[in-house]
């Protein structure tokens, strides 16, 4: 049995999605920029994947720029802010302390060529005070950007409230919603939103493929020089069918955005209810404010790694945290930000899951967890202790 639970950090390619882009690839072939008839078909079908996009996001599709993803998205619109605003004296930028490493650093860069980094707290619950953005912000804060969801623990930030603190205090705001695109409602004229980030494998499109929202009179620098594409900002030939599977994908999953919610909701309820039997465990961010399909779990007494090896060996794939970081022997920077200890953080187990999982894989994976937790236990020193009433 393969039981796949990690896609907060991949998912597999629809269908749907994956007929168009193939189709793409075998007939609109052409280069965009070209002037024969292939070329004007191909920057035909790239205009129309360009406003269906748009339209989604309740948009102009001239706000709409294509990138390889959400890393380079964030890049692009920290770093064009930033040098936007140096250029008035503002050398200032806003942020939280459990952003994904993208923006982190991105943000470490900048502080090295002498900007002044503000990181805001998330407290026990996940979640972002809109207050405390209010008062971090000062005369010369250039940016501030504060992740829409956070993809370990999945809590749903207040941005619309964020955003409209930015937009009366005349602030560029951007949000990495790399996790909440396709899966929660985003609006980016009713969250107030001058930049947003989003990558197309996170909701069942293909990889190497995402797009930068940048608001009509935001100044967005040139990222990449090379041509004209892109409105001149970003060079280089675009991934025309990539770009094809992301609309493909956007579309469809917000036209099932309610039906996949409340069946992936139902799942997580489902495996809070349950694994929250297991001794000394908890279930980490606000409950309701909070992603469909992402239960982020600490176990005392063990270790993540240990832990993800042996539900692979059960046939469960999932994660402790970003891949982005897997390789690391660090505890979570996000359960740290939240309160918890290092040694509690690095029992951490992240579940992520979508409306292609079934309830029976959850019932699997309750089956299967206690006793793989009760075996590692069984073999650690810092449990025994624990057992023993030690901390």
Not at 164 to 180: E, L, M
Not at 200 to 208: D, L, W
Not at 274 to 279: D, F, G, M, S
Request: include cysteine; hydrophobic fraction near 40%.
């Amino acid at each position: 049995m393969n039981i796949y639970f990690d896609n907060a950090a991949t998912t597999v390619c629809g269908d749907t999605v994956a007929n168009a882009v193939f189709t793409a690839m075998k007939e609109v072939y052409g280069n965009p920029s070209s002037v024969h008839s292939l070329g004007q078909k191909a920057a035909l079908a790239l205009d129309r994947a360009r406003s269906d996009v748009a339209k989604l996001l309740n948009c102009e599709a001239k706000e709409i720029y294509f990138t390889s993803g959400g890393t380079e998205s964030d890049n692009w619109a920290i770093r064009s802010a930033a040098l936007t605003g140096a250029l008035k004296g503002k050398k200032h930028v806003v942020s939280s302390k459990f952003e994904h490493h993208a923006v982190l650093h991105t943000l470490n860069r900048l502080e090295k060529e002498g900007y002044e980094i503000t990181l805001l707290d998330v407290y026990s619950d996940g979640i972002v005070r809109p207050e405390d953005a209010e008062r971090a912000i000062r005369d010369d804060t250039a940016l501030v950007t504060i992740m829409y969801a956070n993809n370990e623990i999945g809590t749903i930030q207040p941005i619309a409230e964020i955003g409209s603190i930015c937009r009366r205090k005349g602030v560029p705001f951007h949000t990495d919603a790399v996790q909440a695109v396709g899966h929660i409602p985003v609006d980016v004229k009713a969250d107030n939103v001058d930049m947003l980030s989003l990558s197309a494998h996170k909701f069942n499109g293909p990889k190497g493929v995402g797009v930068l929202y940048a608001r009509q009179r935001v100044p967005l620098n040139i990222f990449m020089e090379g041509g004209a594409q892109e409105r001149g900002r970003r060079g280089g030939t675009e991934n025309v069918a990539g770009n094809i599977g992301l609309a493909t994908a956007l579309t469809e999953a917000v036209e099932n955005l309610e039906a996949n919610a409340a069946k992936t909701i139902a799942i997580r309820e489902k495996l809070v209810k349950e694994l929250l039997k297991i001794p000394k465990s908890r279930y980490n961010g606000d409950p309701e404010k909070h992603l469909p399909g992402v239960a982020n779990f600490c176990f005392e007494g063990i270790e993540g790694e240990s832990l993800l090896l042996k539900l692979d060996a059960a046939g469960i794939c999932a994660s402790s945290g970003s891949a982005c970081t897997s390789g690391s022997l660090d505890p979570s920077h996000v359960l740290l930000a939240i309160g918890l200890s290092h040694e509690i953080a690095h029992g951490s187990l992240r579940l992520s899951f979508n409306e292609q999982n079934t309830f029976e894989e959850a019932d699997f994976i309750i089956k299967t967890l206690p006793p793989i937790i009760e075996k590692l236990r069984s073999m650690s020193p810092v449990w025994e202790r624990i057992q023993k009433g030690g901390k």
